[in-house]
């Protein structure tokens, strides 16, 4: 998501007592064109319906570029009362008070008090911008400064820019509403973020008073959006049908309801009906209605290879993923020890009822830190291996030394952590199949209803070295460790009744099946190999070959996105014939894998400082160099670029037929003839030199704040101009690659070069 959205989540309402019936927003925008974001770099939060009753007044787009809106004020009822909320008490406040539009909203507020002859009595809370006390006076208003939510008697109107943790409070502060008074609520989340403390986590800044709010159908989240120019406004017409559950459960019943944009599914629909369920009770009307239009039954759909579960229309999907919510919250799962989803026996997998739980001492080499890849942010836990598996709905204790009560560890069970919420087909449960305990005692019980296998989570910043555990009550898994297991060993440890094994070196981990490896013979040969692929990785990424941790290439029997993916801290691949090619060392060394190969270059591509377009081209060079250097099969080893010649007519059809730099980016082979053409006039030398001067750069400094994408495409062609000792310039305007003048300007010095099949495309 854009960078410029902070996702948490918080409550927010605003209430008014002295109207007689429910705010309208045609009344609420009486005489008002047009409302302000507040100026470029302060931030709104933004709201979500948590049942039928609210009425969205504003919008704005989730992110710059994005037609995805989202909710930023909204008024609702609640009893006699009512609430107007805005996304940010910067609307209470100096500039934003001082516009004309959002005086005209507070005094349509205001006037909204029909019904009352008698001289309106406002209360604001300690922390109101004087300015707005000031403008409330001028409406004949009597005004006065409350405390902790102590309201004097006869009080119409509340305005609050502050958060309510007392419960005491909250429950006067209902009251005042109930009865029929005005909550005026200006959220507090944009300044909480912006005096945030770092070193917590941002569930220490989540507001309290939402308890109160989403009684009301309001839900202030804590997701921020900035102004995209100090003259940015809101949207006033209809909402769209996604941020409000009125409008969804509409569309939810219709049965012509048979898809939604993904985004507005992830950050309006899903979190809306979330919302819904877990601030109502099971037994309103409202769920009661969800649960009959969802058809969400007593049971669970059980999805497995055999028979795929459909979740294809956004009704079907809702259904199954609130179907486990309500199932999980009927029998208490966070806390049920002894719980077995039916599902897990067919994936992640059973462990026999007659394997042996044991007492296993371990101890684990820590390995945390970054090398100069695309890692996770700072406060990162980085998993460890253990080889051992909680089997599903079984106690298992872990044992610390008291050494290590302070050091923030964490116990993982599971590795499949990949939601398939967006899928159109499951086979295989389509949640996070892992649970997540805190290591903060001698002694702490852990189990989970779909098992697997125990990882402890190290923070990433960790000083440790080693660790030492005790587990008592898990199934030892395959687990080979290369440099550490004999080969003697492996023949009994390859047995082990676990349903998962591990392959493991200082670089890679391969996370598969355990009956994949059960006539495995020789995984030291096996490891060794890839252990190569993981050098040559290194050796082009210009990183040290001695890595800091391990990457992980994780099995998975349905695969989140597309047939393979990567993602910072691991690599998922399919239970197809491509697992046991993965672990097949000759087969390897005869063919290779480029997919595997591919996915592992991602991992050491230079995200923030490649252009936008070479996303899937940079990566491809490190399947062709693992291909020239360990393989020793040359470059020309995927079906788009069989030989040279095949190469020669791909540019060929490029450059005559009116080429682009579009039709460039849009062709991830195309583009990477260019780079093939640079490889054989001047060797990986070339690459590996340009790739010095990118890391020199340190690419971590970019990885949040990228140059912009011209900046990027002038990095290149000054990098690989260096590293060739030649002027590019016509070589990259034949490939219609758009150097600017001020980087061509800075390689005048070197002779012009050109590869001889493109010299009869040079402009005369």
Not at 85 to 100: E, I, K, V
Not at 588 to 601: N, Q
Request: glycine share 4%.
């Amino acid at each position: 998501m854009n960078k410029q959205i902070y996702t948490l989540l918080i409550l927010a309402f605003v209430s008014t007592s002295v109207f007689a019936q429910k705010f309208q927003k045609s009344t609420l925008l009486k005489d008002i064109k047009t409302l302000p974001m507040p100026d470029s770099g302060k931030f709104v939060s933004i709201f979500y319906t948590t049942n039928e009753n609210p009425e969205i007044t504003a919008t704005h787009p989730l992110a710059p570029g994005m037609t995805m809106l989202a909710n930023m004020s909204m008024s609702s009822k609640l009893d006699k009362g009512q609430i107007f909320a805005f996304g940010s008490s910067d609307y209470l406040t100096g500039n934003l008070l001082a516009n004309q539009n959002i005086q005209q909203l507070l005094k349509n507020i205001l006037n909204s008090n029909s019904n009352s002859t008698k001289k309106l009595k406002i209360a604001v809370d300690a922390a109101t911008d004087p300015a707005l006390s000031s403008f409330l006076k001028t409406s004949g208003a009597k005004v006065y400064i409350s405390k902790k939510t102590k309201l004097e008697s006869g009080t119409n109107v509340y305005f609050l820019t502050t958060d309510v943790i007392d419960t005491t409070e909250q429950h006067n502060l209902e009251k005042f509403i109930r009865t029929g008074g005005i909550l005026v609520f200006g959220s507090p989340y944009p300044n909480i973020f912006k005096n945030r403390d770092k070193s917590k986590p941002y569930t220490n800044d989540l507001i309290k008073i939402n308890d109160l709010l989403s009684k009301a159908g309001i839900f202030n989240a804590y997701t921020l959006i900035q102004a995209s120019s100090n003259a940015d406004t809101l949207i006033l017409k209809d909402p769209p049908f996604y941020l409000h559950l009125k409008y969804i459960i509409q569309q939810l019943a219709n049965p012509a309801f048979k898809s939604i944009d993904p985004t507005e599914y992830a950050y309006g629909m899903e979190p809306t009906l979330e919302l819904s369920f877990l601030s109502n009770a099971d037994t309103s009307r409202v769920i009661q209605k969800l649960k009959s239009i969802l058809s969400i039954g007593d049971t669970l759909a059980i999805p497995t290879i055999k028979k795929p579960l459909d979740i294809s229309t956004p009704a079907k999907k809702a259904g199954y993923r609130f179907s486990k919510y309500l199932f999980d919250k009927k029998y208490a799962l966070s806390d049920t020890t002894a719980f077995i989803y039916p599902e897990s026996k067919f994936f992640p997998g059973e462990v026999p009822k007659n394997a042996l739980r044991t007492t296993e001492q371990i101890e684990i080499a820590v390995k945390v830190g970054t090398q100069g890849l695309l890692d996770p942010y700072s406060d990162y836990y980085r998993l460890h291996s253990t080889g051992v598996y909680v089997p599903a709905g079984e106690k298992v204790s872990i044992i610390l030394d008291p050494i290590y009560k302070n050091q923030h560890l964490k116990a993982q069970i599971g590795i499949h952590n990949d939601n398939l919420k967006h899928m159109d087909n499951l086979v295989r449960p389509g949640f996070d199949l892992t649970r997540t305990l805190e290591l903060n005692k001698d002694t702490t019980i852990i189990f989970s209803p779909y098992g697997g296998l125990l990882y402890i989570k190290i923070p990433d910043t960790s000083t440790l070295k080693s660790i030492k555990i005790l587990t008592n009550g898990v199934v030892k898994a395959p687990y080979y460790q290369l440099g550490k297991t004999t080969l003697a060993d492996w023949k009994t440890i390859r047995n082990n009744p676990a349903p998962w094994a591990e392959l493991a070196t200082d670089n890679l981990i391969l996370t598969v099946p355990s009956y994949r490896i059960k006539n495995l013979e020789h995984p030291d040969s096996l490891m060794k190999f890839w252990d190569e692929v993981m050098n040559a990785d290194a050796d082009l990424a210009i990183i040290n070959r001695k890595r800091v941790h391990p990457e992980r290439i994780i099995i998975d029997e349905q695969v989140a996105y597309g047939y393979m993916f990567t993602q910072w801290d691991k690599i998922v691949a399919p239970n197809d014939e491509s697992c046991p090619l993965m672990l097949d060392e000759k087969k390897l060394r005869e063919k290779g894998s480029w997919g595997h190969f591919h996915e592992l270059g991602h991992r050491h591509q230079f995200w923030g400082l490649d252009m936008d377009e070479v996303g899937e081209v940079t990566t491809n060079l490190y399947s062709m160099y693992v291909y020239d250097k360990v393989l020793k099969k040359g470059i020309y080893n995927h079906d788009a670029i069989q030989s040279k010649s095949m190469v020669r007519e791909k540019i060929k059809e490029y450059l005559q037929n009116e080429p682009t730099f579009k039709k460039w980016g849009e062709d991830p082979f195309t583009a990477l003839c260019m780079y093939i053409q640079l490889i054989e006039n001047f060797g990986w030398e070339s690459i590996m030199s340009a790739n010095k001067i990118y890391r020199e750069k340190d690419p971590r400094k970019f990885y949040n704040t990228p140059l912009n994408n011209q900046g990027r495409i002038d990095l290149w062609f000054t990098s690989i101009s260096k590293a060739t000792n030649a002027n590019l310039s016509s070589f990259f305007d034949i490939w219609k690659i758009p150097v600017s003048g001020q980087a061509k300007a800075q390689v005048n010095m070197y002779k012009t070069w050109l590869p001889e099949e493109l010299v009869s495309y040079q402009s005369h």
